[in-house]
């Protein structure tokens, strides 16, 4: 059986630097490549978001993108992407803080 293969990837400004970027649109990107680069020409590529929440306490919530392929009537997820919101966990005490 083949292990799966985990891999993380940051994009900087995700949503804050870089405004009219979302991961919707990098994995859309990444799915146009892979349909353009893969040999399977009966494959179609469609992509499925949705967003659930990863941190009951502070209400964090989350973007997965995933990619999936369809061959022969048959659906597989093969790539996912999460957009996670945590610019303003990281800013939180510094926005508090007074400035001199």
Same mark, same amino acid.
């Given at each position: 059986?083949?292990?799966?293969?985990?891999?993380?990837?940051?994009?900087?400004?995700?949503?804050? *630097?870089?405004?009219? !970027?979302?991961? !919707?649109?990098?994995?859309?990107?990444?799915?146009?490549? $892979?349909?353009?680069?893969?040999? !399977?020409?009966?494959?179609?590529?469609?992509?499925?978001?949705? %967003?659930? #929440?990863?941190? !009951?306490?502070?209400?964090?919530? &989350?973007? %997965?993108?995933?990619?999936?392929? &369809?061959?022969?009537?048959?659906?597989?997820?093969? $790539?996912?992407?999460? #957009?996670? #919101?945590?610019?303003?966990?990281?800013?939180?005490?510094?926005?508090? *803080?007074?400035?001199?």
């Amino acid at each position: 059986m083949k292990s799966k293969k985990f891999v993380g990837i940051y994009l900087s400004g995700l949503g804050n *630097a870089f405004i009219h !970027e979302t991961a !919707e649109k990098y994995a859309d990107r990444f799915k146009n490549e $892979y349909d353009f680069h893969n040999p !399977e020409f009966a494959a179609k590529y469609e992509l499925r978001v949705n %967003r659930f #929440e990863y941190d !009951e306490k502070t209400n964090l919530v &989350t973007n %997965r993108v995933c990619v999936e392929e &369809t061959v022969n009537g048959q659906t597989t997820a093969i $790539y996912q992407f999460y #957009e996670f #919101e945590y610019a303003p966990v990281l800013t939180e005490v510094s926005n508090q *803080a007074m400035l001199l």
